[in-house]
């Protein structure tokens, strides 16, 4: 009699157990569950940029038609394109958001147009500013080509090392006008633009007109000679 009641308090406290533990277990999956769906918006928060800050993760390509609003804005008179084309992005001054240069379109029968953008402290693109030799600060398109049959061309390029964009042009009619040059503009991060260099424009002045005269064709050299002492 006494293993019988024994067994069935056994059994009694093994049922009242099982009870418990299924009890606590479905408590802490309805306490994990609600208190992830509670913190999800402060997850979400965490993956948005700081009032303030600038998101690094850039999508530049579902940024053009806004970058073809502001072109058209700022600067009526230029041809673009349907679609504008990005042909680079890469961290210029170096703050660990890429900047981007865009491909406006043809601005001549071989010359063409470029911008390049950066993203503003609210996320916005926004052209770049260069603060030129005479202290004026401007928004700058960019250009790229040859024309007047190997006479004149501009073209521009960045130094990410330098933190800097130069502007390559020359000019080459056998005129006083003649001319053969770059222009360099370092960032400055204080002002937010980039600025003439003259040091880094000299230098590179120096190398661009050298590969310049050594590649003018034979029948050109006649245009040339203000500029190159072949």
């Not at 940024?63 to 394109?81: C, G, N």
């Not at 080459?172 to 370092?186: L, T």
């Amino acid at each position: 009699m006494k293993n019988k009641r024994f067994d069935f308090y056994l059994f009694l406290l093994s049922f009242l157990l099982i009870i418990a533990l299924s009890l606590y277990f479905y408590l802490l999956s309805t306490y994990n569950k609600n208190l992830k769906e509670s913190t999800k918006p402060y997850e979400s928060m965490k993956n948005k940029p700081k009032v303030g800050s600038v998101n690094k993760n850039i999508n530049w390509k579902d940024l053009l038609p806004e970058i073809k609003k502001i072109i058209s804005r700022k600067f009526p008179d230029i041809y673009l394109i349907e679609d504008l084309i990005i042909t680079k992005e890469l961290d210029i001054n170096n703050d660990g958001v890429n900047e981007a240069v865009i491909d406006l379109g043809y601005s001549g029968a071989s010359t063409e147009n470029f911008a390049i953008f950066k993203i503003n402290k609210i996320n916005k693109p926004e052209l770049i500013k260069i603060k030129e030799k005479d202290g004026n600060i401007k928004e700058e398109i960019f250009v790229r080509g040859v024309g007047g049959a190997g006479r004149y061309g501009f073209n521009f390029d960045i130094l990410p090392e330098y933190k800097a964009i130069y502007k390559e042009s020359f000019y080459a009619y056998n005129s006083s006008n003649d001319f053969c040059k770059v222009e360099a503009f370092s960032y400055n991060e204080v002002g937010d633009y980039f600025e003439y260099s003259e040091e880094l424009s000299k230098k590179l002045t120096e190398k661009y007109c050298k590969e310049l005269c050594l590649s003018v064709p034979e029948e050109l050299k006649g245009y040339f000679i203000n500029i190159c002492k072949f």
